[in-house]
C-alpha cells in the first residue's frame, strides 16, 4: 500500500467523521504529501490522537482496529522517512530553466530540449523523453520528469540557469471602488473621463472564469484590439462564442492534481477554461467588471459592481484548481500571456512563506521578470501568512507585491442575550432566529464529550462535544488553536446539533465567515469576556444570533488585514515589500453560482455575487488601477506606473488618522507598504521613479548571482558592476528604500533615488523629511529644478544609526511642488 492510500485508509477507516473533515482539510491546504503525512503524525502525537488511540484500544466493538494502532504508527512514521528517499528515486515533475528567448523558432527549441532531456535519461526509459511543458516566447526552458539525479544531471549542462523541482503554488483568497476612489472624479483640475480606452489588456492567472457573468458582458465595447494574439479555447462546456469582446482570451492547461499526487506522471486534464471554483471569477471581475448594477451576495452589500476598469479587456489562463497550481504550468500562463500581448498580469498565487525559492528558482519571479524586460506589468499577491513578520512573499523587485486592508462596510451578527445585553459580533450568516425567542447558551467546554480535555471542547475540536448536550444550545467556542478552522469549529457545532455558534476570536474577527443558513457570529476577547460571565454566573443563561446586516461608513478603514503577509523579504530585506495595500477584506464580487444546498439560504437560487477574503482580492484590485492608469496614460512604462501607485499612496484612514493594523498599532512600510493605493491621484503623480531592466540586473548582481548566469537570464552582453554586494541593493531605483543594515559603529549610508517629471515644465520641487526618533536622516539637495531641459534629477539619502535605537526605524521623503506630492517611504534597520 502507497503512503498516501495508507493514510487516505486512516483518514477514512479510522477517525470519526469531523476528524475525516478536518484531515481532508489538511491534505488540501498543505497541497502535498509530506505535508499530509506530517499533518497526520501530528495528530496521532496530540492530546486527541493519543486520546483516540485509547479509545481505540478500550471499545470492545474497535478490537480489531485497536491491534492494528501500533501498526498504523510505524506505517506513518515510516512513510514519512521513506518519502524523501522515494522522492530522490522517483521521476518527479521538475522545471529546466535557459533564460532568455533567443531568436529561434517553437519546434526548433522544442528539439533541442529533447535532445538535452535525452542525454540524461537512461536507454531503457525512453517513454520519458517527452516535455510537460515549453517555454520559447519571453524566456526559454522546459518541465519534464526527472529523478533528482537527473536533475542534477541536467543543472551542469551548459545554458541552464535553474532546475527546481516543480512547486505546488496556493491560491491566496462594489463597494471598495468606491471606498478607494473620492465622489469627485477631478483630480489637480483635470477632468477624468470614464470614456477611457478600451486597449488596455488584463491576463488573469487563476482558476478559470465563468462566462455567463454579468460582469463579463461586452455591451458598449468596441473590436479587440488588432494586436491581441491570443485564442478563446473551447472545451464541452466552454465555446468560443463564450468569449466576447470583454472577455477576448481563455485558456486552460493540463492541471494535474498536484495537491494529493505530486509524483504522478500526468493526470486527467480539466479541459476547460470555465471556473468551478470561483476564485478567477472572482479576481477577474475585481480587476475589470464590467458595471453591474443591483449585485448584491442574496440581498447583502447591494449596489452596483464594478471592477477597477470596467473598459479594460479580460484574459483567463486557468492554471490552477482548488488544490493549488502548478509551477511549471504557471511559467506556461505567463509565457504565453506575453506572446499574446496583455498589457497586465494579475496573480493571486503564491509559494509558502516557509519554503520559498531564491529569484531564479520560483516560477512567479521567472515569469514576472522577463514579462517586465517586455513591458508587461506583473501584480501579485503579498500572501496571507500574517500577521507574523518575514512571510511575504512574491518580493522580487521586478514585481508589483500587494498587502490586504478592509473597507468602510463590515458585516454584523446581534448577539441577543437573556439578561438584555446586545453585542455587535461580525459573520455572513442568514440565520432564521428572532429577537422573540432565545435558546440555552453553552460553553463548549461544559458540553465536553467523555473523556475530552477542555481545552478541546473549549476549541470546538473534531469529536469534542457531546451531542446530547449540545443539541438546542448555541454553543459559544474559542479560538487559540489556529490548526482548527472556523469552517470546521462551525460543521462540529452543527453535526453536534447544536443551534447556533458563537466564537470569540480577536483576530479573525474582522473578516466576515460564511456560515450560510447556520447561525454564526464571531466577538473579539472583550465581548467574548462579557459572554462567558454571563454564562458562568446565571443559571439558565440564553441568547439567539440574529442575521447578518451590512453596515456602512464602518471606521476606521483602511486597517491592514490581520491575515496580510508582513515584511521585511524573507530573501532580502534590502526591497522594502509588500509595495503597496489595497483592499482585500469582504469583497464583493462575480463568482460560479454553486448548487451547494448547504450555502444558498432557503428559498433562494445560488448566488451570481460572492464575498470572499485575502490578499488574492487585493492584487487585482491593484492591477485594476494599473489598467486604469494605463488606460490614461498609454506611454508609461510599469515601473512609471507602479511608481504613481506608490508615491501617491495615502497614509490616512477615514478618520483622518494614521493607518493602523488589526491590533490598532500604527501600520509601518513592512505591513502596508507605501499606503493604500488611490487610483485617481496616480495619473497624476507629478514625478515618478523609472526602473529599468539594468537596475534589475544590477540586483541580480548585488545578490550574488555570477555575471554569466545574469548574461544568461537577461539574453544580453552584461557586466555585472565591480565590487557588487548585497549592500549595493538599496541604490536600484526603487520607489521606496530599505537598508537593512545601518550599523551604527560603521561610515553613513547613502542612497542615491533619480526622479522623471512626468508633469508640467519648470516646476520646483521642494523636500520635507519624517524620520524616526533617534535615527538621523538628511537629504541633498533640498530642491529640485525641473526645467525645460532637464526631466531627470538626482537625490541623496544619507541615514546615520549613531546613537539611534536598534531595530527597524520607518520613515519618508516628500517632494512637493506646491500641486503634486511624491512620497517615498523608507526602512532602515539599525544593528
Known sequence: MSCLKHLRRINSTFLPPMNQVLLSETFATNGNLAGAVVAFSVFFLSSRGQAFIMSLSSSSSSS?????????????????????????????SYVVYLGSAIDSNGEDLDSAHLQMLSSILPSEETERLSLIHSYNHAFVGFSAMLTEEEANAISEKDGVVSVFR???????????????????????????????SSDVILGIIDTGIWPESPSFDDSGMGEVPSRWK???????????????????????????????????KQSKPIGSPRDAVGHGTHTASTAAGAVVHNASYYGLAAGAARGGSPSSRVAMYKACSLGGCSGSTLLKAI???????????????????????????????????HASQKGVLVVCSGGNDGPDPLTVVNAAPWIFTVAASNIDRDFQSSIALGNGLVFQGTAINFSNLTRSKTYPLGFGGDVAAKSVPLNEASNCYPGSLDPKKTAGRI??????????????????????GARGMILIDDVEKGVAFDSGSFPFSEVGDAFGGQILKYIATDKNPTATILPTLAVQKFKP???????????????????LKPDVMAPGVNILAATVPTADAGEIPVGKKPSKFGIRSGTSMA???????????????????PSMIKSALMTTAITTDNMRKRLTNSSAAY????????????????????????????DYLNFLCYYGYKEKLVRSISGIAYSCPRNSSEDLIPDINYPSISVARLDSRRPDETITRTLTNVGPVDRTYAVSLTDPAGLIAKVSPEKLVFSEGTKRLSYRVTFSGKGAKRGYGFGSVTWSDGAHLVRTVFAANVV
Not at 168 to 195: A, C, D, M, Y
Not at 619 to 625: D, I, L, M
Not at 667 to 689: C, D, F, R, T, W
Open 64 to 92: 480489531s482496529r485497536a491491534h492494528s494502532v501500533p501498526r498504523l504508527l510505524v506505517l506513518t512514521v515510516l512513510c514519512f522517512f521513506l518519502l524523501e528517499i522515494n522522492a530522490d528515486q522517483t521521476p518527479q
Open 166 to 196: 516543480d512547486p505546488v503554488l496556493q491560491l491566496h483568497t462594489t463597494r471598495s471602488w468606491n471606498f478607494l476612489e473620492p465622489k469627485s472624479e477631478r483630480v489637480k483640475g483635470e477632468e477624468i473621463s470614464r470614456q477611457v
Open 230 to 264: 491570443g485564442v478563446c479555447m473551447e472545451a464541452p462546456d466552454f465555446k468560443k462564442s463564450s468569449c466576447n469582446r470583454k472577455l477576448i482570451g481563455a485558456r486552460y492547461y493540463n492541471i494535474r492534481d498536484d495537491s494529493l499526487q505530486p509524483n504522478a
Open 335 to 369: 509565457d504565453d500571456a506575453i506572446k499574446d500581448g496583455v498589457d497586465i498580469i494579475s496573480i493571486s498565487i503564491g509559494i509558502s512563506s516557509i519554503f520559498q525559492s531564491d529569484f531564479v528558482s520560483d516560477p512567479i519571479s521567472i515569469g514576472a521578470f
Open 475 to 496: 454553543i459559544v467556542c474559542i479560538n487559540n488553536d489556529p490548526t482548527v478552522s472556523r469552517r470546521t469549529k462551525k460543521l462540529v457545532a452543527e453535526t453536534s
Open 557 to 575: 478603514a483602511p486597517v491592514v488585514a490581520y491575515f496580510s503577509s508582513r515584511g521585511p523579504g524573507a530573501l532580502t530585506e534590502t526591497i
Open 619 to 637: 492584487c487585482p484590485h491593484v492591477a485594476g488601477a494599473a489598467a486604469f492608469v494605463k488606460s490614461q496614460r498609454p506611454n508609461w512604462t
Open 667 to 694: 501600520a509601518s512600510p513592512h505591513e502596508m507598504g507605501a499606503g493604500e493605493i488611490s487610483p485617481l491621484k496616480a495619473l497624476n503623480p507629478g514625478l515618478v521613479y523609472e526602473t529599468t531592466t539594468e
